[in-house]
């Protein structure tokens, strides 16, 4: 098994940053790739960003391309979401997850508790 914790989410204005954390613990060996994802109140959960733990493979969703960067500190099992211009839409609740397969298609086999971004206007 794999536990994912989420840190970082809060509430910040339009055009503001945020940075998320997400730290792994248990068979994190059995992971190949990271990923975020999100769901705003009345929507269903959206892709965000997934990387994989060697840094090759790095997706991003096309509305927060230029805006978002995933990172990860290998040494430490975390990866982050370093999100800048944020605007109202992007509020929801931020999930982590883990995906143990190399095709990017496959479920996401672990996933974190979630933690609430809110963007104001």
Sequence with gaps: QVQLVESGGGLV???????????????????????????????????????????????????VKGRFTISRDNAKNTV???????KPEDTGVYYCAAQRSVTPDKPYNYWGQGTQVTVSS
């Design 13 to 63: 204005q339009a055009g503001g940053s945020l940075r998320l954390s997400c730290e792994a613990s248990g068979r994190t060996f059995s992971i190949y790739r990271m990923g975020w994802f999100r769901q705003a109140p009345g929507k269903e959960r959206e892709f965000v960003a997934s990387r994989s733990w060697s840094g090759v493979n790095t997706y991003y969703a096309d509305f």
């Design 80 to 86: 982050y979401l370093q999100m800048n211009s944020l």
